[in-house]
């Protein structure tokens, strides 16, 4: 089966920068694919593209080309281009490397982030306080992200915003379909809870530890079983 999507992407501008502009744009509308929420491969339609970004078929095709290379989607003749879909093995590598990044981004944050900003990382869970977060499962699902994006730019390192970007389009979808399992958006939320009280009284070690804890349960939920490959 072949799934289409349609991208949210903005119009963009004729400039010098033309091709690096709907790389950009394409790529981060990948990174908003549920990418594992089905086994059906996901179809890039290039004139729909060029045509919802107001550009002709050229510089998506440039796009594509980069994107190929950095191993975001794979081409076929007479097919058309898709969405790549990582492997179990790959996936696990993936979560492990993430799992190291935000761990020490927490770290990071407990030296480097204002009271505020750590504050600001409560209010994501605070809908979920009166209803399990089971009963309100997309919700959460983007608060769950967000809050694992909050805590690498809490870290204030552009370094480590440079390399989660990449891992995150993967890492995302695998999240989307993982907290939808039996009883794991419930762990996911004590998890959650436990590592915003260490960020909290800025305990970098104890961060660190639940938050890499946290992101390698993932990693072995994915190896029991593989329900976040869809």
Known sequence: MIRS???????????????TRVYEALKAAIGEIDIYGSAEEIRLDERRLARDLGVSRTPVREAFTVLEQEGFVRSEARRGVFVVRKTQAQIIGMIHAWAALEG??????????TDAELASLETLFAAFLERAPSEQIEAYSDANLRFHQAVIALAHCPVFDGLSGSLMIHVRGIRRAAIRTDGRAERSDAEHRAILRALG?????????????????????VERGGEALG
Do not use: K, S
């Open 5 to 19: 999507v349609e991208f949210t992407v903005t119009p963009i501008a004729a400039t010098v920068n033309l091709r």
């Open 104 to 113: 020490m981004a927490a770290r990071l944050a407990c030296q480097r982030a």
């Open 201 to 221: 009284a800025r305990n970098g070690e104890e961060a660190e530890r639940l938050v890499r804890a946290h992101g390698l349960g993932l990693a072995a939920h």
